[in-house]
């Protein structure tokens, strides 16, 4: 759905996340406008909401007449990161995160938005300055407006199969009930490790398990089960409303951490003694000469040792919440774009650079001893030229 870089907002000397839509070039006229209004729709959609637990919308800028996305930047980790690291979250944090991802689709349904699009990959929990612990949903690529129809396709399914709503997987239109499961589909996957219906590489079959409703057991949801199993109601009219469920996981949290629903709404995420969780605490740093363990799934940033418990991988770089860096060229005189001083793509898990690799010695050294051992040979040759003459 499109690119999200790292830039400065000169006029206002701010760093916001910018998104660039996939490129019109060497498309028709017509997909190329297709997509430039899809942008401009994805613009005016998340301008329509604003809460604190929602990644805002600054403007849209025109460069060319392609449209990019100007947005809030969050430095963050997102809940499918730290699942990564962790494997699961807590009953009580898990409550929290998703009360506070409620009470934002609250406005957003208010203001006829459905965001389609609810997965853990779009939640991001910030891991810096005083707002750490702040959740934040984001990416409203593919939400939809109710009163917007111009841009609907029948018989195109959008979003991501594993937090499908069964209706949706069957090929019914996404409404406010839709993102009410796959917010539980989200919740299930922090308590138990995975989707309700498991992973498949095959997107068709997944599809086929998430119409059939049947979800795998819930085993570690504890005190979240009854309003879990609310949440993932195969009848989207026997669901909760985004309200309800917000308060029911409110309630949750505020029981297991002895305080009100309005500071688990208002508040960040902690333990029970208040301390930030270990997935959100900055490393320590590496003992010189240690080599730091790394992990690469698939091409993604190292990891670093220090604050993981036993038996948890390491997190990824809390960097930037963007996923890229590297500096494009663009005609705005407001926008800039930091290069970091490199010129190799960058990672497109955090936006970080990978580190330029040290340079090796080792040729040096052995050009030098070449060079050497060639003045060497050259004196003994005119040695013996000079024994021979006389």
């Known amino acids: 759905m499109g690119t999200v870089w790292l830039a400065r907002d000169q006029l206002l000397d701010r760093e916001v996340a910018v998104k660039q839509v996939v490129s019109t070039e060497g498309l028709s006229e ?31 800028a025109l460069d060319s007449g392609e449209p990019w996305l100007v947005m809030e930047y969050l430095p963050s980790r997102s809940v499918a990161q730290i699942l990564h690291a962790t494997g699961t979250i807590d009953v009580a944090q898990s409550a929290q995160i998703g009360a506070q991802v409620a009470d934002a689709m609250v406005d957003a349904h208010a203001a006829g938005i459905i965001h389609r699009d609810i997965k853990p990959g779009n939640i991001l929990i910030a891991s810096t300055g005083r707002n750490a612990g702040l959740v934040k949903i984001t990416d409203f690529g593919i939400s939809h407006a109710k009163d917007d129809v111009s841009l609907t396709q029948t018989g195109i399914v959008t979003g991501t199969p594993a937090y499908f709503a069964p209706e949706v997987a069957r090929g019914q239109l996404p409404s406010e009930a839709s993102d009410v499961y796959s917010l539980g589909a989200t919740i299930y996957t922090m308590l138990e490790g995975l989707p309700p219906f498991g992973v498949d590489e095959n997107s068709l079959a997944l599809l086929h398990k998430v119409a059939r409703a049947k979800i795998n057991p819930i085993t570690k949801a504890g005190a979240l089960e009854p309003i879990l199993r609310k949440l993932l109601e195969p009848a989207p009219a026997r669901r909760p ?63 670093t040792a220090g604050t993981a418990p036993s038996g948890t991988r390491p997190l990824p770089s809390t960097a ?34 990978p580190e330029p690799r040290p340079q090796q010695q080792s040729s040096t050294t052995a050009l030098a001893l070449s060079v050497f051992a060639f003045f060497v040979v050259l004196a003994g040759v005119a040695i013996l030229l000079i024994a021979l003459l006389k």
């Open 241 to 303: 409303t985004m309200a309800q469920a917000r308060d029911e996981l409110a309630a949750v949290a505020a029981a297991a951490t002895h305080t009100s629903k309005d500071q688990i709404l208002t508040g960040v995420l902690t333990k029970k003694d208040g301390a930030l969780p270990i997935w959100m605490q900055k490393p320590r740093p590496q003992a010189a000469g240690k080599a730091s363990p790394t992990r690469n799934p698939s091409g993604t940033q190292p990891g």
């Open 30 to 60: 017509d997909t190329a406008d297709t997509i430039r209004q899809r942008a401009m729709r994805e613009g005016r959609i998340a301008a329509r909401l604003s809460h604190r637990n929602a990644i805002a919308m600054h403007d849209v």
């Open 320 to 353: 930037q919440s963007t996923h890229a860096a590297y500096a494009p060229t663009m005609s705005s005189d407001r926008l800039r774009f930091p290069t970091h001083g490199h010129t190799g793509m960058p990672n497109r898990m955090t936006g970080a650079f």
